[in-house]
């Protein structure tokens, strides 16, 4: 009787951990954090950022830190913009030299970003094919690696990100491309490390769109 009990409660315990990694595996581990370390020095970090956006909204508002040729930032924008946009979300995204260097096209265009904040240059750029002969040369951009002014806006542009990770590691998000910040209803701060198509449902429903 006792090895049955016990044989019982054992099958018990293996299925409750299984089912709990289950939850971690198809949601927890997707969840957003809230950002409460940190939060008035991240949220500054974020608007004096050289962030450009559609200019949709002043309170519905979703940061997206990315670089150019980052596949998942791109699938992000290709898939979810549309219908944030839709849904009057501004996205202001935050465009960053490329982790394992950049050209002087992509240099000139982040300088020029950061100090211009012209969403038709970034839809400009970021609709341009990243190689090949019809790459993105910053056409009518000026050239940043001849005006030292220019080249501390880039660097200034790696240095925010660098400054920018270990606030976000305080609050279990690692910054990685995208990664994405916003306000939830309740007004708090919320990000992401959100690389995987999994994170999306999430985002959308703390900003009140629809996961149809």
């Known amino acids: 009787m006792r090895k049955w009990v016990a044989g019982v409660a054992g099958l018990v315990v293996l299925v409750a951990v299984v089912a709990a990694f289950a939850w971690w ?4 581990r997707w969840r957003p954090h809230t950002l409460s370390h940190n939060e008035a020095q991240i949220q500054a970090m974020l608007d004096r950022s050289g962030w450009v956006s559609p200019g949709l909204s002043k309170t519905k508002v979703l940061w997206m ?28 995204v935050i465009m960053a030299p490329r982790p394992h260097g950049t050209t002087p096209a992509e240099r000139s265009t982040i300088a020029a970003l950061w100090t211009g904040r012209s969403w038709k240059l970034y839809d400009d750029w970021t609709h341009t094919p990243i190689e090949g002969s ?3 040369d910053a056409p009518g951009v000026p050239p940043a690696d001849a005006d030292p002014a220019k080249l501390k806006l880039v660097s200034g542009a790696h240095d925010w990100v660098e400054q920018m ?27 992401c490390a959100c690389e995987k198509r999994e994170t999306y449902r999430f985002v ?7 996961n149809a």
Do not use: M
Not at 204 to 209: A, D, H, P
């Open 25 to 28: 595996w198809t949601d927890l």
């Open 65 to 92: 830190v990315s670089y150019r040729s980052c596949p998942d930032c791109i699938r992000f924008e290709e898939e979810e913009f549309p219908r944030l946009h839709k849904a009057g979300v501004d996205t202001r």
């Open 204 to 210: 959308r429903q703390e900003l009140g769109i629809p």
């Open 165 to 191: 990770r270990p606030l976000l590691k305080d609050n279990d998000v690692e910054l990685r491309y995208p990664t994405l910040i916003w306000r939830d209803a309740q007004g708090r701060l919320r990000g």
């Open 134 to 136: 019809a790459a993105w």
